[in-house]
C-alpha cells in the first residue's frame, strides 16, 4: 500500500463516501469550537499558532508538487497555482503570516465561495488515507476556517467596498489567467472552455458568455456574504450579541 504513489484504484474517491462525510464532519467540529470558544481565543497569543499553521499549509503543499513531479504528473498546464482554490490557498497563507485586512476581504469572498464548493463535490480520485485525500481535505479545510477565525476571533469585518475590492481582484486574474491558458493549453479557472464531465457551468449559457454569467454570481455572493458578516450596528448589533453563545 503506497501513500504516496498514484495508485487510484487502491483508493478510490467516493463522493458523500464514509471518508468524505467524515472531513465535512471535521470542517463543523472545527468551525463550531472557534465561534463557541471565539471569547477565549481572543484572550491568548495565537500568533505562533498562526505562524505554525501557516508553516503547515506551506509544507503540505510543497509536498503535493513533490507528489506531482515524483509521479510524473506535474505539468505547466495543470500544476500551476491558477486555480481560484489555490489562490485562495495562498492568500490564507499570507494572511496568516501578515494579518493583513485586504488579504482578508478577498480571501473571505474567494475562500468560502471556492472552498465550499470544492469540498462539496471534490474534484478528487483518491480516497483516505491516501497523502492526495489529506493534502486536499487539509488545505480547502483552513481556506475556509482561517478567514472564519479571523472574523470571529480577531475581530476583522468586511464592509461593502470589500466586495467591490474582491470583484477587482478576480478581474485583475482573468486576463493573466487567459493568458496562460493560452500560452500552456491549460483551462484554470475554466476561462477557456468548461469541464468536459458537465458542471453547473452549462446552465450559465455558452463560452464565453458562462464567464460573464460567473461575475454576476460572484458578485450577488458576495453581497450575501457581507450581509451576513458585516460590522452590526444598533438594534442589529444588540440582537446579534443576545443570540451568541457568549
Known sequence: MNL????QEDFPFAMFGSSHIAALAVLLVLLIVLYVFRSVLKEKKMKPLEIGLAVSLAAVELLYHVWLIVNNNWEVRHALPLELCNISFILTVLLL????R???EILL???LMGASQAL???VLSIDFPHFRF???FYTHTWIIAVPLYYTWVKGYRPTIYSVLKTVVFLNILLPLVLFVNSYTGGNYMFLDHKPSSGSLLDLLGPYPWYI???EGIAAGMGLVLWLIFREKTGAEGKRAEAGSFD
Do not use: K, Q, R
Request: hydrophobic share 50%; glycine share 14%; charged share 0%.
Open 4 to 7: 504516496f504513489g498514484n495508485n
Open 97 to 100: 503570516l501578515t494579518g493583513s
Open 102 to 104: 485586504l488579504v482578508y
Open 109 to 111: 469572498f474567494i475562500g
Open 120 to 122: 462539496l463535490t471534490p
Open 134 to 136: 489529506f493534502h486536499f
Open 212 to 214: 460573464l454569467s460567473l
